[in-house]
């Protein structure tokens, strides 16, 4: 009977050593397998009988087939995985962010701002050069242009992310739904058992998805007894056994920005993400807000276009004006200009009307005082236009669509505007040089374009000298209070300073988080991935093993044969 018992315990070896050697074989054939996660197989001794006062063994047998997995090594892996993606969708934007502005090139930033600077010094060299006028012209029109194109571009930076943001969150939902499948696959298949080995397919499949998953969206993995698993983000899940969870975009707005939140399409409930791509599109999506870089770029085109108006509103050109119109409407004639426009950027002060007669020379000159003090008795625009009005030669009115209005009385009179020490005309956009509000809307005004005799370079009358336009070149490079005692260029090198510092930082984390990963990804492709080196002993070992047994088998036979033989 023993014999038998001992033919029949090394059948069960046998057998473990073909299925060792399956394993073995499956690990080897699936070396270059991306996802592959290593499979081992489970042994633990057969149960034995009594025999007598002996307990005889009856050899080894399979437990099951698992994975070798570190699930702490897999936890950091995932949440370095997701800052991984998270920084290197910053960085992807901060270097199309960075190349808009052409750094370093003949056709950077910093140098059409020089142009243009240096453009009304050679205006001031040969003040009654038509060409030059013209070209000073021009180069402000490039200036203008390569704002509104960076602009542009920014905006279709934060446009394309927001696309790639949409798609995805449908890429998460698809991972989302297959990863609920696969819990209700493998529980079904394994039973509850975590050592059985019909689902190890299903759960390469399963990880492969939660590793897609965490470059997304940050996530913690919780696996249940049953063999399903419980995703989390935040304090939220979106699987759970087989229940998915689906996410949405929802369009919020804060201020004068709209914003992309991602909620739970269930419940409506943000989502705190603090990594993942989706969080880098997020913050991506937003360089055209309030606090991204556009908010920089609009601020550098306001200071541009306050300074150079403010002087250029100070001077007269080779003619006077025939009519001129605010740029600025007013939405209640009678409130203070405050009030009734709150956007504009003034003080308390007056400026000088000239009025010239063509037929006789004879230039007369008016103060008109605009009170800006917060009270209600501040001037209105009415007030305005009707002190302007009271000036001989010339008329104002209010428009039908709120602008002020300025016309000569009769064609033979002209009329221009110096020392203005309250900044309204600037403001209100008379005698200006941009008009515009910000960097997408910014330009050269039309009427300047048509006829350059009228850049302002004089600050003595119509086509005499050329101080205004030295004081328009030195602008650019001298500290201006209207800047805070700070130049335009100087600003502009600030800005350039601080975004290259953010994209130098920025670039310094992405690579830390970058080799902190590929750390990890290597513990856990040395718990996880396949040694062929290592399976080769193995493979030898289930090898001895088979042959030792089959041996084994042999001897109990011929030994059976024998004492069947005697009997």
């Known amino acids: 009977m023993s014999l038998f018992s001992a033919i029949q315990g090394s059948s069960n070896a046998l057998r473990v050593s073909q299925t060792g050697l399956q394993v073995v074989g499956n690990n080897i054939a699936n070396v270059n397998t991306p996802g592959y996660?290593?499979?081992?197989?489970?042994?633990?001794?057969?149960?034995?009988?009594?025999?007598?006062?002996?307990?005889?063994?009856?050899?080894?047998?399979?437990?099951?087939?698992?994975?070798?997995?570190?699930?702490?090594?897999?936890d950091r892996l995932r949440q370095a995985q997701s800052q991984l993606s998270y920084q290197e969708q910053l960085s992807s934007t901060n270097g199309q962010v960075e190349s808009l502005l052409n750094e370093l090139t003949e056709t950077d930033f910093s140098s059409n701002?020089?142009?243009?600077?240096?453009?009304?010094?050679?205006?001031?060299?040969?003040?009654?050069?038509?060409?030059?006028?013209?070209?000073?012209?021009a180069r402000g029109q490039e200036l203008a242009s390569q704002l509104r194109t960076v602009s542009s571009n920014v905006t279709g930076i934060a446009n394309r992310n927001r696309a790639e943001l949409n798609s995805a969150v449908g890429d998460i939902n698809r991972l989302v739904n297959s990863i609920a499948k696969l819990n209700q696959r493998i529980v079904e298949i394994e039973g509850g058992s975590l050592s059985n080995s019909d689902a190890v397919g299903l759960r390469d499949e399963r990880f492969n998805a939660l590793d897609e998953l965490s470059s997304y969206v940050d996530i913690s993995v919780s696996e249940e007894a049953t063999g399903a698993v419980t995703v989390f983000v935040g304090g939220d899940y979106l699987v759970a056994n087989g229940i998915p969870r689906e996410i949405k975009t929802s369009i919020v707005s804060k201020g004068e920005d709209t914003f992309l939140e991602m909620r739970t399409a269930d419940t409506d409930a943000p989502l705190n993400l603090t990594g993942g791509k989706v969080k880098g599109l997020f913050e991506s999506a937003q360089v055209s807000s309030s606090t991204g870089f556009q908010s920089k770029l609009d601020t550098l085109a306001k200071d541009i276009i306050r300074v150079v108006n403010r002087i250029h509103s100070q001077g007269q050109g080779a003619r006077g004006f025939n009519s001129v119109t605010s740029d600025v409407s007013f939405k209640i004639p009678t409130d203070p200009i405050e009030i009734s426009n709150p956007s504009l950027?003034?003080?308390?002060?007056?400026?000088?009307?000239?009025?010239?007669?063509?037929?006789?020379?004879?230039?007369?000159?008016?103060?008109?005082?605009?009170?800006?003090?917060?009270?209600?008795?501040?001037?209105?625009?009415?007030?305005?236009?009707?002190?302007?009005?009271?000036?001989?030669?010339?008329?104002?009115?209010?428009?039908?669509?709120?602008?002020?209005?300025?016309?000569?009385?009769?064609?033979?009179?002209?009329?221009?505007?110096?020392?203005?020490?309250?900044?309204?005309?600037?403001?209100?956009?008379?005698?200006?040089?941009?008009?515009?509000?910000?960097?997408?809307?910014?330009?050269?005004r039309p009427d300047l374009v048509a006829d350059p005799t009228q850049l302002a370079i004089s600050l003595n009358g119509n086509g005499n000298g050329s101080d205004n336009a030295l004081k328009l070149a030195e602008a650019f490079t001298q500290p201006n209070e209207l800047l805070g005692g700070r130049s335009i260029i100087g600003i502009y090198e600030?800005?350039?300073?601080?975004?290259?510092?953010?994209?130098?930082?920025?670039?310094g984390i992405t690579d830390g988080v970058r080799n902190f990963h590929q750390t990890l990804e290597a513990q856990h492709l040395?718990?996880?991935?396949?040694?062929?080196?290592?399976?080769?002993?193995?493979?030898?070992?289930?090898?001895?093993?088979?042959?030792?047994?089959?041996?084994?088998?042999?001897?109990?036979?011929?030994?059976?044969?024998?004492?069947v033989n005697i009997v």
Do not use: W
């Open 37 to 74: 996660i290593r499979q081992e197989l489970i042994q633990a001794p057969a149960l034995g009988y009594k025999s007598g006062d002996l307990i005889i063994g009856q050899g080894v047998q399979s437990v099951g087939i698992q994975q070798k997995l570190d699930t702490f090594v897999l």
């Open 526 to 563: 040395g718990i996880s991935g396949v040694n062929l080196d290592e399976e080769a002993v193995k493979m030898m070992l289930y090898q001895r093993a088979f042959q030792a047994t089959s041996k084994l088998i042999a001897t109990a036979s011929e030994m059976l044969d024998t004492l």
């Open 345 to 444: 950027d003034f003080d308390n002060g007056s400026f000088i009307i000239k009025v010239t007669d063509a037929s006789t020379g004879v230039t007369k000159t008016s103060d008109i005082f605009v009170k800006q003090q917060g009270f209600s008795s501040d001037t209105t625009p009415r007030q305005l236009a009707d002190a302007i009005n009271a000036v001989d030669g010339i008329s104002a009115s209010i428009t039908n669509d709120g602008r002020l209005e300025i016309k000569s009385d009769s064609q033979g009179v002209r009329f221009s505007f110096s020392n203005d020490t309250s900044g309204v005309l600037s403001a209100l956009g008379i005698n200006t040089f941009f008009r515009g509000d910000s960097a997408s809307t910014i330009e050269v």
């Open 494 to 507: 600030s800005m350039i300073t601080d975004t290259t510092r953010e994209i130098n930082s920025q670039k």
């Open 113 to 137: 701002l020089s142009r243009f600077a240096n453009s009304f010094q050679d205006v001031a060299n040969q003040p009654g050069s038509e060409s030059v006028r013209s070209l000073a012209v």
